[in-house]
């Protein structure tokens, strides 16, 4: 584990960033969708934590402008987003209970490493390495591509929880209007191992025969192929006889499991791999098609998913009125900044190289005196390594606004 | 209270109104997704009686999920409640599946409009709706089912045999049915396939018995229902809101706000029962002032029971409580001479003139024989729930838990109720369902004459009166002596 440099997120720090770092532009385009403010932004909640964790709720805004000057002002250490209300959020105590309710909110997905405790060795609680990085990496395309695929979304979002997670917004119009009911559904659909589940417990996915719901299929062909080097080599999960035992458990066949127990106590040098190979070589003594091997492919699937398949924060999902912290806050512990994220090259980001607040302003410095200018900041990040980040979000609102302009368009002509 | 005068309630589009009068049927299926609103004149008592008949049956289901009812339990409870008070047969004569249908309709609107008013209204008449819908369609036979299916635009797109057969490994995966792989294989081919926005069937993905591609569900005819239950409600919903935002102007009716002011109450406590005094007792013999301290032992809710032991403790009950337990007792069958004697021996720390001056009028009042001479009924739980906390209201929403607890011990304990059967009516009160909670306690401290779980005073109806519960319990235990005496005597 890296040594740990001292974090410096005091409030003079936070006060910089906000001022000349935070690209409130680009959260503005992305939540509005349009460049003119439209209730998508105004009816929107926005939340602050203050230092000695004071908690404001209820907060709006007209402008980005007017967002920035109030961030500044209250200098929180993070503030979160929430839905778009039927009115103002910050008229709530002025109109009547019955016509201040949730209408829109992206469809939000929050990934939290602690979830995979029970199925990671190198660390545990809220550390964070490469090696398990692997799980959100293979979450993040299991998700990426189910979301797409079975629901045709296509305005998603990854981003960096600027510690040990990773959170996922959906802008889609139709997801945007989902009702809480709907959210439900969708997110039981998705959800595989459910919150607090033993690890040993058996899943319950099988919803006839034998067969897996095709979405499930897909998925668990591909976290096929990351599963021997994520959990057999880097986490070497069965080593343990608690490891092994756990694998066991979620075998059907008792003959089998005793086979298997035995050699295994007898020789516990045999690696993860070795193991997995063992159980492969039990299932092939059988005839194909035989209702055992059918029953151990299954089984063996099963295990394929329960320690490779996201593990879904349902409560996040299920609420339109749930909050949850903005893109480009920074981690109070970290110090780092929760960046936008490219899915399509997940497995290639290392959360360590995530540039913090500190290192930021320390950029910003050195630009500053080359350049030799005093003044005021507006996009200052593009002299900052947040600069490649920014531009993700920029990019994703770009084309945000390109369709509902598209869209506005087909209105008029359609008259 | 209203006189039956001749009103419009609804829209008076006088061409409509005569068009469908003349059309020669007017409902042609049983069930009904309410699209147009009733186009007649009604009178305000059948608006009334309409919306009383249907709340009955709403809130019996909307406590159900309280009482804790399996599907077929709710359906049979239901179903019984329906031929009561709402039967929708699905053969007869014309003139009569019209009036039951009409009677369906007009009542269905008239609730809308009680419970268009807030949003927890609005969802709850859409569970409780939904459920009573889902209830007609599971009991429809097939053919009217299809006519009815085909009356309306579901908007669903059939699946055609090249996607099929394209996608058939992915819908075959999430067809349920047989154990045996080829039985079920042989009904997924002759299946019908529909294609629907997942959005439309929630209950279906959440359950994963659909297969989804870029927002399309693929819904095999046996899930059809689900479509049409989510359409049901979705419509219902969208109706609700519309009519929220119209009702001002009927507000200005003031005839009609009172009434649905007492609706939208009505699925706090149940419908409230009227039990008029007809001064005669229920069950044939005369009640004497001497009996109320063993009857109030045996029968009483814990509501008069406990009005009854405060004014045995104190010899006095105040004003209120008088009032509601005067007008109990009146309606269980006291007679004005009979409840001279009663109050007059309970009040036995004052003087006769004391009490013919003070009380004696009011006793007389509240049996009509003085002042207005109004024949004034007993107030029911509903009344007694919203009284505001008091010692003459409903317990199980005005006393602490603990205080209930201890009530119920020390009220029950003789009829058979246990602290083991304490959890049970805590939580049910926790959930802010009190006439679950009296119905619960009915059950257990009648489980001696056969009361079962979930029967409540008969055929599953929960308690909404305090005389309701008295009568019930008269009636169980005459029919125990009688038929004990029967066994005496042959
Ligand atoms: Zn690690």
Redesign the pocket.
Known sequence: MAVKEAVDTSPEVMLAFYRRLYPFKSLFNWLNHEHAPTRRFTHREFAFTLQGDVYLRYNSFNTAEELKKQVCQLNPTRFEIGPVYSARPKDKKTVRPGMFTPLQRELVFDIDMTDYDPV?T??SGA???R??WAFISAAVQVLHTSIREQFGYENLLWVYSGRRGIHLWISDKEAMELTDDQRKALVSWMTVIHGGQESSKKLNVRLNARSLPASLQTAVEHLATIFPEVVLSDQNLFASEDGYEALLEQIPDSQVVTSLRKTWSANPSRSSEDKWLDLKAQAKKFEKGSSQRTNLTAAMEDIILHYTYPRIDAEVSKHRNHLLKAPFCVHPKTGRVCVPVDPLHIDEFNPESVPTVGQLLKELDTAGRSEGEVGEHHSDWEKTSLKPYVDILDKHALRLMEQVRLEKREQDVSW | MFKSTDRKVFHDDKELAQVTKHSPVKYPYRLNFYDRPPLYDVTVEEFETCALDRLRILAEIESSAARNRSWEELKTVTNKQCTNHLPLQTTGTQELLESQRRKDHLGHFVLRLAFCRSEDLRRRFIKAESTLFRIRYDGDNTEERQLFLNSRDFNWIPVDAAEKSKYRRELLASYSGSKNESVREQAFDTERYYKVKWTRVPDLVEKRKVFLKAGWAYVPGKEQSSIVFQEFEVHLAKALELTARSLPRLDEDSRLVPILDNLSQGFLAGVPSEWSGSGEAINGDEIKAEMVDDLAKRHFPLCMRSMHDNLRRDHHLKHFGRLNYGLFLKVLGLSIEEAVVFWRKSFDRITDDKFNKEYKYNIRHSYGLEGKRANYAAKSCQQLLTSGPSDHGCPYRHFSLENLQTALLSTYSSRGLTSADLPEIVATVKAGHYHVACTRVFEMTHSSFGVKKGEGTGGGESITHPNQYAAKSMELYKVQQDSAEKMLVE
């Open positions: 990671r190198c660390c550390d964070i390495c090696r398990c």
